[in-house]
């Protein structure tokens, strides 16, 4: 199957620092990837969709000027949590589709663990 | 709204089988997806209904009435490594997904 990387798998930052999270798509390329959180014991949710070559089209009520989202290639989208307060610690999950909805199967990464001090 | 209703936890026991509902409400339906995660992992594909009906995959089935609005997850012959949450999650009319809370499944031996 599709092998989606994400790196780095967790990280631990100070308050107020920005933390770049990439997504991969290693053995095909991703017209479309899917930015998720999750908190402990809650199913995903749907922070954004990144699109190769256009502007992340995000959820209501995600700030998009807080997480930053960069679709540069067909195989990496980049998401930056800038000025990271404790209340962003999460699981952050990526996915990927080889079409452009998801509709098309989801290939999900391993997640990043973010804990903000 | 949409909506997708699936039961919070479940145990079974070991070579037992068990059944995960799963109900949905959505504007237009294009198929619904099981997945499973185990605790610190990301979601993994178990399968994929858009038509009436059993399928089978090894010990999984999944099985799916549209006019009811159901859907469940047979898992047989249970292993402990069955402990996982498993996620129902509906495509609606514009294609996106609309995912449940997960229901998680503890395995007793």
């Known amino acids: 199957g599709a092998v989606v990387s994400q790196h780095p798998s967790w990280v631990i930052c100070k308050s107020g620092t920005s933390v770049k999270i990439e997504c991969r798509s290693l053995d095909f390329q991703a017209t479309t990837m899917f930015w998720y959180r999750q908190f402990p014991k809650q199913s995903l949710m749907l922070m954004a969709t990144s699109n190769e070559g256009s502007k992340a089209t995000y959820e209501q009520g995600v700030e998009k000027d807080k997480f930053l989202i960069n679709h540069a290639s067909l195989t990496l989208s980049t998401l930056t949590v800038t000025s990271a307060h404790p209340e962003d610690s999460s699981f952050y999950i990526c996915?990927?589709?080889?079409?452009?909805?998801?509709?098309?199967?989801?290939?999900f990464g391993p997640g990043t663990r973010l804990t903000v001090l | 709204g949409q909506n997708i209703d699936q039961p919070t936890e479940m145990t079974a026991t070991e070579g037992a089988i068990v059944q995960i509902n799963c109900t949905y409400q959505?504007?237009?339906?294009?198929?619904l997806f099981w997945y499973q995660q185990h605790a610190g992992e990301a979601p993994t594909f178990l399968s994929y209904?858009?038509l009436d009906g059993l399928e089978e995959k090894g010990r999984f089935s999944s099985f799916l009435s549209r006019s009811k609005g159901y859907s469940y997850l047979l898992l047989k012959e249970l292993q402990m490594k069955d402990s996982a949450s498993y996620l129902c999650?509906?495509?609606?009319?514009?294609?996106?997904?609309?995912w449940g809370a997960g229901t998680k499944l503890i395995i007793k031996p």
């Open positions: 999650a509906a495509v609606d009319s514009n294609y996106q997904l609309i």
């Open positions: 996915s990927a589709v080889s079409g452009e909805s998801s509709y098309n199967e989801q290939f």
């Open positions: 209904n858009v």
């Open positions: 959505t504007s237009g339906f294009n198929g």
